[in-house]
């Protein structure tokens, strides 16, 4: 059975950081393209970043490039979002995903983790 679990969410003030944690299991992790995903109330959800089978390559939307760093650990099946100088607008659920089909496709999701920003 496939387990994405996400942690490392959390209430901040906005110039503030989190990194947030996703531990999966049940797939070869090591296989799958992996993504972080988000969805603020009200809002379409929305792809904030990818990240190749090895990490050598990652995308990023542009309100997340530059401050956003999408990593991944192969040897401990577990993928990371690192997010610096974040403002009220990142508030959202973020959800890790796995296995992408198609570009903005992803077989496996995660329950998601709130991540609120506060001015």
């Known amino acids: 059975q496939v387990q994405l679990v996400e942690s490392g969410g959390g209430s901040v003030q906005a110039g503030g950081s989190l990194k947030l944690s996703c531990a999966a299991s049940?797939?070869?992790?090591?296989?799958?393209?992996m993504g972080w995903y988000r969805q603020a109330l009200g809002k379409e959800r929305e792809l904030v970043s990818t990240?190749?089978?090895?990490?050598?390559?990652?995308t990023y939307t542009d309100s997340a490039r530059g401050r956003f760093t999408i990593s991944r650990d192969n040897t401990k099946n577990t993928l990371y979002l690192q997010m610096n100088s974040l403002k009220t607008e990142d508030t959202a659920i973020y959800y890790c995903?796995?296995?992408?089909?198609?570009?903005?496709?992803?077989?496996?999701w995660g329950q998601g983790t709130q991540v609120s920003v506060f001015s």
């Open positions: 995903t796995a296995c992408q089909k198609s570009p903005y496709v992803y077989t496996y």
């Open positions: 049940g797939y070869t992790f090591s296989s799958c393209r």
């Open positions: 990240i190749s089978t090895s990490g050598t390559f990652t």
